[in-house]
């Protein structure tokens, strides 16, 4: 029996486009997991060619007095420069320039060791950088190190390393987000499989997905696992959740008290004297002081499967974290726990979906591609109530909020990235295209700031890493 994954291993434009497929041996059953669903069975999965202890949290330093943690804010290239003016300067923030057009600043950052490189930009291999803005305006620049660390770094409003970077141990950096004492990270580390047996197939890393809490110095204050191996169960036990090879990237949110991590992951069945592994994904709050929020209205221990591109974002309006997942139950974007479709796609190998931002009045906007075709979707609770066919040719969008009311898409375009604004009330395009002129990756993440600019990471030399920086427009 196979089981055919439908994430789309397409490159940009000017790479080969080549499709990753799953092939299961001896899969016995499709077995019944609590909360999946429709599930398959990925027992003996092994990656093709083109594939490559639980935290006990200590109490937090620098918590508010309500135990809250306050919430994200949310030599340079740059594209041709329309007239700008100063921002007007408030206390804690930067006064970078506003200008009637978008304005690209591209900043070198040295970070003096060494920084994975893309890879294949499939979601089975490591994530090199993500960015997070600080209430104050400047940045958390996090990285995957090439000798098993990730690596933190600030940034001031330049985009310059203000000291020096701390590291942690990590084998994949997942994401980070920032608050006014700090921030976390999501990475995954090393675990146990266990004895098992598969009930086919062969052995493949059983890693675990962990939170880490950081102080404003970068040090570590808790650490706390949102996989649940440890205290004797390893991943080929029965109940097991672990970050298998497969499909396992993941996003961070946060509502200013807690944090939420949405991750892919996988999920062990016994299956008479064996154990078929499933894959799906995982939605887990975690409280300020480093507790899981047992329970959680948003959580969930399995949303859609099989999973790939998990977005969340919390919603102050509706105060919920809001999830959407790609899948090939049905082959479409969709809400997950319980299923919600909100647009339909085709299980042809190239169904992506980008990033979740929310709409200027009520419900969201998600970009999303089907045969390098980039849609916009709105929806509220489930099924898309309007759809937006740009001209943006890609496998892997890109959308961020942009300053009020407008939201930024962006892609790969040769070897840069092409971006437009678009309203984010009605979906229309405002103005017209433009360049930022770094590389493009499948899976890294612009972030918004609260001055009106959103920033992107990107691949630098061996030892630096390039800040994309679109400047606030008005």
Avoid at 17 to 25: E, N, Y
Avoid at 205 to 232: A, E, Y
Avoid at 357 to 386: C, E, M, N, P
Avoid at 436 to 452: I, L, S, T
Wanted: charge should be positive.
């Amino acid at each position: 029996m196979s089981d055919v994954d439908q994430y789309p291993q397409g490159r940009r434009q000017g790479r080969a486009k080549v499709r990753r497929r799953l092939v299961v041996i001896a899969v016995v059953g499709l077995a019944a997991v609590t909360g999946l669903g429709t599930v398959a069975a990925l027992s003996a999965a092994a990656p093709s060619e083109e594939a490559r202890g639980a935290g006990v949290p200590s109490t937090p330093a620098g918590v508010q007095p309500d135990g809250s943690l306050a919430p994200p804010a949310a030599t340079p290239t740059a594209t041709p420069t329309p007239t700008t003016s100063a921002a007007p300067k408030t206390a804690g923030t930067c006064a970078r320039p506003v200008s009637a057009k978008p304005v690209v600043k591209v900043t070198e950052v040295k970070v003096g060791v060494g920084v994975t490189g893309y890879g294949s930009e499939g979601d089975t291999d490591p994530l090199p950088m993500a960015i997070a803005a600080t209430p104050g305006g400047g940045s958390w620049l996090a990285w995957l190190g090439t000798n098993g660390r990730v690596y933190l770094g600030k940034l001031d409003c330049a985009d310059k390393l203000v000291g020096k970077p701390t590291s942690f141990t990590g084998i994949d950096l997942q994401d980070v987000q920032a608050d006014s004492n700090g921030g976390v990270l999501l990475l995954t580390r090393k675990g146990s499989c266990g004895t098992g047996p598969l009930c086919g197939g062969s052995s493949s890393p059983c890693n675990t997905m962990h939170m880490i809490r950081f102080d404003n110095s970068g040090k570590q204050v808790w650490d706390r696992q949102v996989t649940n191996l440890g205290g004797g169960r390893e991943g080929y036990d029965d109940g097991a959740r672990f970050v298998w090879w497969y499909q396992h990237h993941g996003r961070l949110a946060s509502d200013g008290k807690s944090y939420a991590a949405y991750f892919g992951v996988a999920i062990t069945v016994r299956n008479g004297s064996c154990v078929d592994i499933h894959e799906g994904d995982r939605l887990q709050v975690v409280n300020a002081n480093g507790t899981l929020a047992s329970g959680h209205r948003d959580s969930f221990e399995v949303g859609c499967s099989h999973s790939w591109t998990a977005r969340v974002v919390w919603d102050p309006r509706t105060k919920h974290y809001v999830s959407v997942c790609a899948t090939d139950n049905a082959c479409r974007i969709a809400r997950p726990a319980p299923y919600r479709t909100v647009a339909s796609g085709t299980c042809d190998g190239t169904l992506f979906g980008g990033d979740l931002v929310l709409a200027k009045t009520r419900g969201y906007w998600i970009a999303w591609s089907q045969g390098g075709r980039v849609r916009l979707a709105h929806f509220t609770t489930g099924a898309a109530d309007a759809t937006v066919n740009t001209s943006a040719r890609s496998g892997h969008p890109h959308l961020v909020g942009y300053g009020t009311g407008r939201m930024l898409l962006a892609w790969g375009s040769g070897s840069a990235m092409a971006a437009q604004v678009y309203d984010a009330g009605s979906g229309k395009a405002v103005g017209g295209q433009f360049t930022v002129n770094v590389r493009d990756h499948n899976y890294q993440a612009f972030k918004p700031y609260a001055d009106g600019s959103a920033a992107y990471p990107a691949a630098g030399g061996g030892t630096s890493i390039r800040v994309a920086r679109v400047l606030p427009m008005s």
